[in-house]
């Protein structure tokens, strides 16, 4: 299948710092990445849908602002999160679609993030 | 997009077949009914897909009832490393610019 690649895989930052999550996808050009966050023992729940080229479109409850996201080319997504708190730590997890109508949706592996 | 019922846990003896279900029971005609698994601190990891005929890849087999409105995702060896939570969504047709909705998922234990 297609491959999605998140970096870092793992990062624990100040409170009150900004932390950046790159998610790229590898063997296929995606116009539309998706960014989701999971809490201990909690499904996934989306965040944003980040297209290239245009603003992402946020879900209700998400601050646009503290969760900032840049997708800048077919390859790579970026989400970063500004004035980082202890609440903000969770399971950040990109996916891309694939194929054609992007019928198919790869996901990457996930990045920890630790605020302390 | 429908909603989709899954038990919320199952065991199965390893080297059986696993057989996990999944109610989409008001799922459009356009909806694909989508498998996903996750192991615990990984991101999901796509399964199979399909519209209304039976699918089967190397990972596993989906069977879906003939009026749609539920379908088995069938693990037919299972193994200790199949233990993860299977999450079961259906998603429109061509829908690209939608991201996936995830319910709770079924916590399917492999047994030794």
């Known amino acids: 299948g297609a491959v999605v690649s998140q970096h870092p895989s793992r990062v624990i930052c100040k409170s009150g710092t900004s932390v950046k999550i790159e998610c790229r996808s590898l063997d296929f050009q995606a116009t539309t990445m998706f960014w989701y966050r999971q809490f201990p023992k909690q499904s996934l729940m989306l965040m944003a849908t980040s297209n290239e080229g245009s603003k992402a479109t946020y879900e209700q409850g998400v601050e646009k602002d503290k969760f900032l996201i840049n997708h800048a080319s077919l390859t790579l997504s970026t989400l970063t999160v500004t004035s980082a708190h202890p609440e903000d730590s969770s399971f950040y997890i990109c996916?891309?679609?694939?194929?054609?109508?992007?019928?198919?949706?790869?996901f990457g592996e996930g990045s920890w993030l630790t605020v302390v | 997009d429908a909603k989709t019922t899954q038990p919320p846990s199952m065991d199965c003896a390893e080297g059986r077949a696993a057989n996990l279900p999944c109610n989409h029971s008001?799922?459009?005609?356009?909806?694909?009914v989508y498998w996903y698994r996750q192991i615990h601190s990984q991101g999901p990891q796509y399964i199979i897909h399909g519209l209304k005929n039976n699918e089967t890849n190397e990972m596993a087999s989906l069977i879906i009832t003939e009026d749609r409105k539920s379908s088995t995702l069938i693990l037919p060896h299972a193994t200790l490393r199949d233990t993860a939570v299977y999450y079961c969504i259906v998603r429109a047709l061509g829908g690209g610019a939608d991201g996936l909705t995830f319910g709770k998922g079924t916590h399917l234990i492999i047994q030794p």
């Open positions: 996916s891309a679609s694939y194929g054609m109508s992007g019928n198919t949706i790869y």
């Open positions: 008001t799922i459009s005609g356009n909806e694909y």
